[in-house]
């Protein structure tokens, strides 16, 4: 690719309205710095890791928070060798320190604002033309310091003690619905039940809906706090108030909230998690 080529972009987002307000941002900079050429979109990971493998875009603009595969689950997915500039885009930043795991050049927050959309821009063509790996990490970052408001140097010395390990269970849910997106602590959520393929997310009164499978959704959840007490419930072990048993077997928990939810036999070791 020579400096002046388009750069050939790739969409990733399960939102429609997300794509498309991408994609005229992009199209919005195509007479800086050679452009950009939004080959395609993709709605889901799997659609986007064909698309990838066939069309071998420059640069993939990819939301995390998808249902099914994951854009981190993506990246991991795809073939080293044919793995494109990854810009993950996303509402929240609990996801930031992961960026550094899959190499990406950057990571930004929606809604992105147009500078930031050309610095992303620019850092993309650098890496492209550059095979210096020590400042394409320096730059990566840099971006993860903007967003949480540390120092690079702070940062670095935690990543090399392994203090951020515990990023992986986020303080707050990133819960999108008909193009809103609303940040639900996680110790404020009671519990949470499957419907169909949505988790409905319960908290101070109010009940979410996720397009997310129950596996996934754990996987987002710190299990000291979260446990699994049914196939389709789980519950915030501190908002647990009574424990009751039954003769089959069973147990029925009492929220604070005065909710009853039933923990099946099959689960009844979890017993030892609330005492």
């Not at 988790?199 to 710190?222: F, P, S, W, Y």
């Amino acid at each position: 690719m020579t400096a002046q080529s388009p750069l050939r972009t790739l969409i990733v987002d399960d939102e429609p309205l997300a794509r498309r307000g991408l994609r005229l941002r992009l199209e919005a900079l195509g007479d800086t710095e050679g452009g950009v050429e939004v080959i395609a979109e993709c709605s889901n990971g799997r659609e986007a890791r064909d698309q990838i493998l066939a069309l071998h875009p420059d640069v993939v603009f990819l939301d995390i928070q998808m249902p099914g595969i994951s854009g981190l689950e993506l990246v991991q997915l795809l073939p080293r060798d044919e793995l494109p500039q990854i810009v993950f885009v996303t509402a929240y930043d609990q996801y930031a320190v992961e960026a550094f795991e899959v190499n990406a050049v950057d990571y930004v927050l929606k809604p992105i604002e147009e500078d930031r959309l050309t610095l992303a821009l620019e850092r993309v063509r650098d890496k492209l033309g550059s095979e210096d790996i020590a400042a394409q990490r320096d730059q990566l970052l840099e971006a993860v310091a903007d967003l949480t408001q540390e120092t690079p140097a702070a940062l670095e010395e935690k990543l090399v003690s392994g203090e951020l390990g515990g990023s992986r269970y986020p303080d707050k849910l990133a819960i999108k619905d008909s193009g809103k997106i609303t940040l639900v602590p996680a110790r404020e959520i009671d519990w949470i039940d499957a419907a169909g393929d949505y988790m409905c997310v319960h908290a101070n009164g109010e009940t979410h809906v996720m397009r997310i499978t129950m596996k996934e959704l754990e996987q987002q959840l710190d299990p000291k706090v979260f446990q699994r007490i049914h196939r389709s419930t789980i519950v915030n072990l501190q908002q647990v108030r009574e424990i009751c048993a039954h003769i089959n077997g069973e147990y029925h928990l009492v929220l604070n909230n005065g909710e009853r939810l039933k923990m099946s036999r099959s689960y009844k070791n979890k017993v030892q998690h609330f005492i």
